[in-house]
């Protein structure tokens, strides 16, 4: 697997990166990254008291109309940073105390972060590295990762590839992105967390929770409680506003209601998940924080 015909993820465009051919997610063989920083408002297993040592990269495989970081995700915000320079932002991070490298939406440029990690390691790096993607992976491409990875923080958006298409210009999410979960835990299996509570390996899955779709939801985590082992972490989102082309949406141009909140709430409850999180409405519509471990 190479970058004279990319075949990274499912979308198997076959440019030649390194000739500034430009695919479905418009990257180069260049490493992008908007910023790096330290983030407290991950999952309190990820974040701990320290924060997680977050890269977000530019660029994305999926086109989300509601993308909240659609300015970094869909227009290419950024900067473009050389294999070694990104070895440096891992060892700074470490270096600031980071609980772990947490690398967002990484797909893209896997081949590069493979090593650039090589790299860091040899200079010291040895704290966790996350790898909190949307899902949209192929599998042959995840085990490059093997060894690589330590937490796996895929999302898992749509149970109906319908929904794939008109909200994320997608085919066959739901597809390959259960290939590509079942891939993940194969590597890192359920969460091992330390004397902290602080997760050091496994999957963690992510599903937010849509406007008009809770029916989705419903299907998304039924399929988690019975092909998953009951271990794996769950994060259920209710952070959902409308933002970017999701303002043009009859079915995604508000916030959830609290009455849908309270529904896949009961669900959860009713399905007996035994671990992760969700989170809260709050009193004020704009807060949104995390309410309890399952």
Known sequence: MNLEKCEICPHE???????????????????KIALYSIHKFEEPCISGGN???????????????????????????GKEISVEELADIFIKQQNRKAENINLITPTNYTL??????????????NIPIIYNTNGYEKVETLKLLEGYVDVYLPDLKYYDDELGKKYSKVDKYFEIAVKAIKEMYRQVGSPKLDERGMIKSGLMIRHLVLPN?????????????????ENVYVDIMAQYFPTYKA?????????????????????VYDLNTKNGYMQDLGEHEEEYVPKWEI
Do not use: H, P
């Open 13 to 31: 465009c076959g440019i030649n990166r390194t000739k500034k051919q430009i695919g479905r997610c418009k990257s180069t063989d260049k490493i």
């Open 213 to 229: 779709n809770i029916e989705n939801s419903k299907k998304i985590l039924r399929w988690i409680k019975e092909n998953i082992d």
């Open 51 to 77: 924060g997680s040592g977050t890269v977000f990269f530019s660029n994305c495989n999926l086109n989300c109309i509601y993308c909240q970081n659609y300015e970094i995700s869909q227009e290419g915000k």
């Open 247 to 267: 303002k043009e949406s009859k079915d995604l141009n508000r916030k959830l209601t609290k009455e849908e909140y309270k529904e896949i709430e009961e669900y």
């Open 112 to 125: 590069q972060i493979i090593k650039a990690i090589k790299i860091a390691k040899k200079r010291g790096l």
